[in-house]
């Protein structure tokens, strides 16, 4: 089973940033493409970004040129960095392998104030 926890959510003006890190279970994290997605409320989840693990990534329309996806496979940890954010950017944003597992972790809340 994959385990996942996601972090580095919060409360953030629109124009700010913020890092979220991801720790992914170390036995499928150095061979596995993973990914960023987010979920915003009435919304199905979707997929934003993702690396794979040679470190070639894809960065949804919606966000590229504002977000970056990361990984440190030394600590089995792929990084969202979100700059100048929006207020259509509020979601509960989700790390996962691609194409998703069954195992989803409790995802972290970004909320962007206008």
């Known amino acids: 089973q994959v385990q996942l926890v996601e972090s580095g959510g919060g409360l953030v003006q629109a124009g700010g940033s913020l890092r979220l890190p991801c720790a992914a279970s170390a036995r499928i994290f150095s061979f596995s493409t993973m990914g960023w997605y987010r979920q915003a409320p009435g919304k199905q989840r979707e997929l934003v970004a993702r690396i794979s693990s040679g470190g070639s990534t894809y960065n949804a329309d919606s966000v590229k040129g504002r977000f970056t996806i990361s990984r440190d496979n030394s600590k089995n940890t792929v990084y969202r960095q979100m700059n100048n954010l929006k207020p259509e950017d509020t979601a509960v944003y989700y790390c996962?392998?691609?194409?998703?597992?069954?195992?989803w972790g409790q995802g972290t809340q970004v909320t962007v104030s206008s």
């Open positions: 996962n392998t691609f194409p998703p597992s069954p195992s």
